[in-house]
């Protein structure tokens, strides 16, 4: 046990110290670590703990998805049947279903025949037409048209891929540094932003859908009478953001929506000084808002953002330029986040804060503090222990906790893992249990020495016998810091991920660093007795 | 030098004689603890129960609790805590979850901020939903159910079962004894609970481990010796290790607990319980004497070593490398 060949004594040597060395460019100034070469700007992330920021888990309700998929569903049956030219008297949502009534009965097959072509393979085409992800089914003169169950699971994947994109685009307008956005199982979105102070602004930008469009006011009613009775066909009644809101007739059919902008700006109205957003339409956008203008001057539109009526103006004459501006009160900062919303584009669906976490900068700076201080602390108080209690054998111990401590680093930047105040909590144990390997060996060696064996056939027992139990003794707890690190989250995943690889690093260290040290101290010294 | 020596040489305790104590003591207190934590239960941190907590700090002395605490009730949050913590002008503050859903709990947040202005830092804020608690809940509770499972598997093959059944009822106590010091005394119980119960969990099987990996070799070696005396002369043998890391342990547990900050606070006094005082006391007091009971004996040995054998003979030859000088 105690026989190293020179290669292999190199190899351990220089193995450990290229581990523990990749804990530099952790060290480094930001500038320092722009020039390292591309394989090794690796580095320690700090948690949130510990640098101040947010968390914030977002999540879409497949409630949500199931009504953007019947608005759609609606508009597109309509569609279809009006270039069949079926006749339909009613084409509405009831439910979790849109119903269609067409108005000959024997005009239900070719209706439903045309509605069928509304259902999709799942998955596209090209995933080999399994399911389809709408049901449509014919009864006298009534088509129901549902989304299946697979078929919303679907889009809610595909709304989260599309919400994370969006995501990116408004958080990026913020200019932090660093964000990470990432989907977490089917239906959410986790958003880690660092340094913020205040996460109100951030959560205002992500819980907007911003959904823009513009449509005709329908002026055939007044709204306080379509609030009393039902309003026309085709039309919705929405509130303005006033105090107290007032209603308004909007018809279902939108002449222009968000999609359809290239710019967005905030900016100020020239004769009011008001805070606006200016916008610009793409040519499609532009021609379509150019001929609606055209048809309708003398008409109020209304922009809508997410369902509220921001300003119903007059078509005084029509819009050709394609661009336009949005009045409504605005604060600077409501035109400016307006701004920013309209420019990253429109959340397939709303979305919902389902957890946050923040983080103030002060408190993360005493995490760290707290943490370094316990770790120092803990650190000295087990050297001197062990040095008081083996001696040589005790420095020979701190040495391969030192090294262990360092290449547990080593391995964090390297995986470029996430540094938590739970994670400083598990190099701090790791301490205390690496140490438990070297007492496992020393006290084996006493024993041997005591049943009578030379010292340095005692020595080399002890390690071998040793050896055994640690291993046994650390897969265990390997076991349950797995275990954790599967089900953890945030914080308890750090304090997994450190107690892990230093559960690794400490089985490493007791069967190379310490040997190999032991081994060459028992070559110079040859012992007679066990000095422990 | 002189070096420390906290265990002599040559220790013979006879630790199979306090089994006749130590196991209605564990008894009792397994008792005790199971009923606190079905009386007083457990104090669920707002991972697990959902609602808001914020920490705030007023500078320069400005801190008025009562102020606070009038401020807060004036929102009517239905149930609200709050606690100065430190001297520092900080305050807790835990807003129970509110009835409404995910959005009525992230209003709670604007609420209190409106309330206590902007003169004062807000150092943590955390919401957590009815949803993600009641999934946070599920993972904990799956966690370490797992978790026991895989140890106990590993133990399994690693082991006889009777180590196995041994390791894991003395475990089972562990994680018993450590709810109810957690319920008696008003621990908060969240995430990092789980993180502490299971490496308590690891450690005391660690513990555990080396005990019973004594006990394998003396019952290989000697094979004539009472199981009474082979125990006590493998927890003897192994004792001034069992001691040395335990002071290691609780040294490292202990600059934790005083200056690791409050963020893990709870953390570190829950795991200087589980570690230092149950874990050790289990291996050593409930481990080792259950095996008795569990019917090891030298035979178990030497029938295991006969199995393996004859397994050996069916396959190839074994073809370990002679040991080095």
Aim: aromatic share 8%; proline share 4%.
């Amino acid at each position: 046990m105690l026989y190293f060949s020179r290669w292999k004594a190199l190899a351990i040597v220089v193995l450990s110290a290229i581990i523990c060395l990749m804990v530099v460019p952790s060290l480094l100034s930001p500038t320092a670590f722009e020039k390292l070469p591309g394989f090794l700007q690796r580095k320690i992330v700090l948690g949130l703990d510990l640098q101040g920021g947010s968390y914030i888990v977002l999540e879409v309700q497949q409630n949500d998805v199931r009504q953007m998929r019947l608005t759609q569903l609606r508009d597109d049956s309509r569609r279809l049947l009006r270039d069949a030219k079926i006749g339909f008297s009613n084409v509405a949502i009831q439910g979790d279903a849109v119903i269609v009534r067409v108005r000959e009965a024997n005009d239900g097959d070719a209706a439903l025949a045309k509605l069928r072509e509304l259902a999709q393979p799942i998955g596209g085409v090209m995933a080999g037409g399994g399911q389809l992800d709408t049901d449509v089914s014919l009864s006298g003169d009534t088509i129901r048209i549902a989304p299946s169950a697979a078929g919303l699971q679907a889009r809610t994947i595909q709304a989260v891929s599309q919400s994370i994109e969006i995501i990116r685009k408004r958080i990026d307008q913020l200019g932090t540094t660093e964000p990470s956005i990432q989907r977490q199982g089917a239906d959410r979105i986790q958003v880690q932003v660092p340094g913020l102070q205040d996460p109100s602004r951030l959560k205002a930008l992500l819980g907007q859908t911003a959904q823009l469009t513009f449509r005709l006011v329908d002026t055939s009613v007044n709204a306080q009478q379509a609030l009393q009775g039902r309003p026309p066909a085709g039309t919705d009644i929405l509130y303005s953001q006033d105090n107290p809101p007032q209603p308004y007739v909007i018809e279902q059919r939108v002449l222009v929506a968000g999609e359809d902008l290239t710019d967005a700006q905030p900016s100020f109205d020239p004769q009011t000084r008001e805070p606006v957003v200016t916008f610009r339409f793409n040519t499609n956008g532009a021609r379509r808002f150019a001929e609606a203008t055209q048809a309708n001057v003398g008409r109020p539109f209304a922009i809508i953002l997410d369902n509220h009526v921001i300003s119903a103006p007059v078509i005084r004459e029509p819009i050709l330029g394609g661009s336009g501006q949005i009045s409504g009160n605005f604060s600077v900062q409501q035109a400016n986040d307006l701004a920013i919303l309209l420019r990253a584009g429109a959340l397939p669906v709303p979305l919902q804060v389902v957890e946050e976490r923040t983080v103030g900068p002060g408190l993360g700076a005493d995490s760290i503090q707290a943490g370094l201080v316990a770790s120092i602390v803990g650190a000295v108080l087990v050297a001197l222990f062990m040095i008081a209690t083996y001696g040589l054998f005790g420095v020979i111990a701190v040495v391969a906790v030192a090294v262990n401590v360092g290449m547990i680093f080593g391995i964090l930047a390297m995986l470029g893992a996430t540094l938590t105040l739970p994670g400083i909590a598990g190099v701090v144990l790791t301490v205390g249990i690496a140490v438990d390997s070297n007492v496992l060996i020393y006290e084996r060696i006493r024993e041997e020495a005591r049943a009578g064996r030379s010292a340095i056939s005692a020595i080399d027992a002890g390690f071998s016998r040793a050896l055994a139990t640690i291993l046994d003794s650390n897969i265990t707890t390997f076991i349950a810091a797995a275990v954790l690190f599967y089900v953890g989250s945030g914080p308890v995943r750090g304090f997994a991920i450190t107690f892990g690889i230093g559960i690794v690093t400490t089985v490493f260290t007791a069967f190379t660093l310490t040997r190999l040290m032991a081994a060459v101290w028992v070559r110079w010294k040859r012992p007679q007795r066990v000095p422990i | 030098m002189r070096l420390l020596r906290i265990v002599p040489d040559d220790t013979k305790f006879d630790f199979m004689r306090f089994r006749r104590i130590s196991f209605p003591i564990s008894a009792l207190l397994s008792i005790v603890a199971l009923v606190a934590f079905m009386t007083v239960g457990l104090n669920f941190g707002i991972d697990f129960k959902g609602g808001t907590l914020l920490e705030v700090r007023y500078p320069n002395n400005t801190l008025n609790i009562a102020d606070v605490r009038s401020k807060l009730e004036s929102l009517e949050l239905g149930e609200v805590q709050i606690q100065e913590i430190g001297s520092d002008g900080e305050v807790l503050i835990r807003v129970a979850q509110q009835p409404g859903g995910e959005q009525a709990q992230q209003a709670v947040v604007g609420k209190v901020r409106t309330a206590l202005g902007d003169a004062v830092e807000y150092r943590r804020v955390e919401v957590v939903g009815p949803r993600v608690s009641q999934e946070l809940l599920s993972y904990g509770i799956v966690g370490l159910i797992a978790a026991v499972f895989c140890i106990l598997v590993y133990l399994w093959f690693r082991f006889e079962w009777q180590f196995a059944l041994g390791a894991s009822i003395a475990n089972f106590h562990d994680i018993v004894l450590t709810i109810g010091f957690m319920a008696i005394f008003r621990i908060d119980f969240d995430l990092t609970s789980v993180a502490a119960l299971l490496t308590i969990l690891g450690y005391s099987l660690n513990d555990t481990i080396v005990i019973y990996d004594r006990i394998r070799e003396m019952l290989r070696r000697y094979k004539k010796m009472p199981i009474d005396e082979l125990l006590n002369a493998s927890i003897n043998s192994t004792l001034s290790r069992s001691v040395i890391t335990h002071v290691t342990v609780t040294l490292a547990l202990l600059s934790l607990v005083l200056f690791g900050g409050r963020a893990i606070h709870s953390f570190s006094v829950t795991m200087m319980f589980g570690v230092v005082l149950v874990g050790t006391y289990t291996s050593i007091f409930i481990a080792s004497p259950l095996l008795i009971y569990l019917g090891v004996t030298t035979r178990t040995m030497a029938e295991k070593d006969a199995e393996a054998k004859t397994a050996k003979a069916e396959g190839k030859p074994a073809t370990g490398k002679p040991a080095r000088p």
